[in-house]
């Protein structure tokens, strides 16, 4: 009976972290040594993005009439978890840089506000920049016209007072 509450406290967390979810990525974590699955842990902690190690069926048993269902298919071998609550792109795009490094980690697929992107796909999205990078170059590029239009100014004024 104990055996049977540890399993359902481990679906309760997994449903947990799910709860607030607005991207998963599922990766087979295989052959990674202790070091290099510290520091991809730090990365990914470092952009506030969990990654966890669960049994399958457990995951499967959490997901199981939610949104993420549909990534029940990709869940079997070593299976980790990436979840994030606020950069969508940060758990796919540091998975994604940190496997083009380490051979032994590969992205499987994912979900990000309720869409289903399989492994070619969530690469595809591990090239986004990040939400910070985004609004520098926007606030870059409406910066850009307006500072070219104060500089034509003040050369008109400078011509005129002369």
């Known amino acids: 009976m104990a055996k049977v509450n540890t399993k359902q406290s481990i679906v309760d967390e997994i449903k947990e972290l799910l709860k607030e979810a607005k991207a998963v990525v599922l990766a087979d974590y295989r052959g990674l040594t202790v070091g290099e699955d510290t520091a991809l842990r730090k990365s990914l902690r470092e952009s506030k993005v969990s990654y966890k190690v669960y049994k399958n069926t457990l995951l499967k048993l959490a997901i199981q009439g939610t949104e ?3 990534l029940s298919d990709d869940l079997s071998g070593p299976t980790a978890i990436a979840v994030a609550q606020e950069d969508i792109s940060a758990p796919a795009r540091i998975l994604h840089d940190f496997a083009k490094q380490n051979e032994n980690l590969s992205l499987k697929s994912g979900m990000i506000d309720g869409v289903h992107y399989d492994q070619d796909q969530i ?17 870059g590029s409406l910066q850009s016209p307006i500072a070219n239009l104060a500089r034509v100014l003040d050369q008109i004024a400078k011509a005129k007072e002369a």
């Not at 595809?124 to 606030?139: D, F, G, N």
């Open 123 to 139: 690469k595809k999205i591990a090239t986004i920049p990040s939400r910070e990078v985004l609004l520098s170059k926007l606030l």
């Open 68 to 70: 993420f269902e549909s």
